[in-house]
């Protein structure tokens, strides 16, 4: 296959033909556990059935039309999603990179009304992920993402450390047009916030002049038990933006604004050719059918419980902590052990996972993942982890 595409991801050899649920098969016909949902892509799994009805349906009608005119299905998607999670404002693009790119530019166009060319800066996490763009490299708090090869990179980003209260004296003032964070840090090893460092940095930004925004890309469309997970930090920001689960597996990102940052796109500030077409939006639509209702989000944070409590009642010398929030998991690894070497056994043993971080295997299993699924996972897992004890 890499001779065929440029083979920029590392992938594996295995080659696969369909699914259903959380279970995929390969060409071979091996079957396969997946806790990965296409990185946290496939919120309803495979073949979901009220998925490929509503994308059939809407491909017997209309697939794409340009932005200069709006379609029934888009206004529908957006008012939906603007209603469940209680924002102004939407903007649709294509991807996580996309939607953050939105971000950015709206916060620097937001410190430039609100205290000229001076308030530029942009405050990022250390340990974070925000894309693959030169802009969201950038932002990005890890120094392996920015390799030299790319440079230069965009200025105007700075980055503190999470969890640090005392960082937080120094880390705004009148040049910061916005702090720019994830809700858990994914990439960067299922790290989780303190919900009262969160809203302490938040208020800090406040007071500075500057607006704050949540990257929930991964953590946002119910990942980690609320629909938005900022809903547990408790820090309202005034920009969101989503990605990965949106669509269920059709390529969309959207960034979402309110309060002081609702009208600072104008007609020509930021566009996209694909960006909310109706096929995106008909599949963002039985999305948030499906997860926006509590009984299902309440699932979500039982499953994930479940994960973690029968991992930590191993009590495997390997695993050093195990941590995460809904079906967002990270169970972090002996030093001594490779969670790439682990990654890689279990897909030999028929379970898909991914890694995060320097030491963490991650899950990020369809939300819709059954029980025997998950013990079967598990099951695998578990085996695979004694392998290197």
Known sequence: MEKLVVNNYGSFDVTFAKGKGATMWDVKGKKYIDFIAGIGVNCLGHAYKPLVKALSRQASRQIHISNYFFSDVGIDFAQNLLKITNFQHAYFGNSGAEANEAAIKLARKYGQLNGGDKRKTIVTLESSFHGRTLATLTATGQDKFHPDCFAPYPQGFKTIKANDFEGLKKAFDDTTAALFIECIQGEGGVNLLDPEWAKAAADAARAAGAIVMCDEVQTGVGRTGTFLASEWLGINPEVVTLAKGIAAGVP??????????????????????????????????????????????????????????????????????????????????????????????????????????????????????????????????????????
């Not at 960034?255 to 050719?273: E, I, M, N, P």
């Not at 994930?304 to 990270?330: A, E, H």
Request: net charge negative; charged share 25%; glycine share 10%.
């Open 252 to 389: 969309m990102g959207a960034c979402l604004f309110r309060g002081k940052a609702a009208d600072v796109f104008v007609a020509g500030d930021h566009q996209s050719t694909f960006a909310g077409n109706p096929l995106a939006c008909s599949a963002g639509l039985v999305v948030l059918e499906t997860v926006a209702d509590p009984e299902f989000l309440d699932r979500v944070n039982h499953a994930g419980d479940y994960i973690r409590g029968k991992i930590s009642s191993w009590n495997l010398p390997i695993v050093k902590d195990i941590r995460g929030k809904g079906l967002m998991i990270g169970t972090q690894l002996d030093p001594k052990v490779k969670p790439f070497d682990v990654e890689v056994k279990c897909l030999e043993n028929g379970l898909c996972t991914t890694t995060a971080g320097a030491d963490v295997v991650r899950f990020l299993p369809p939300l819709v993942i059954s029980d025997k699924e998950i013990d079967e996972g598990l099951e695998i897992f578990k085996s695979v982890l004694e392998s290197f004890c």
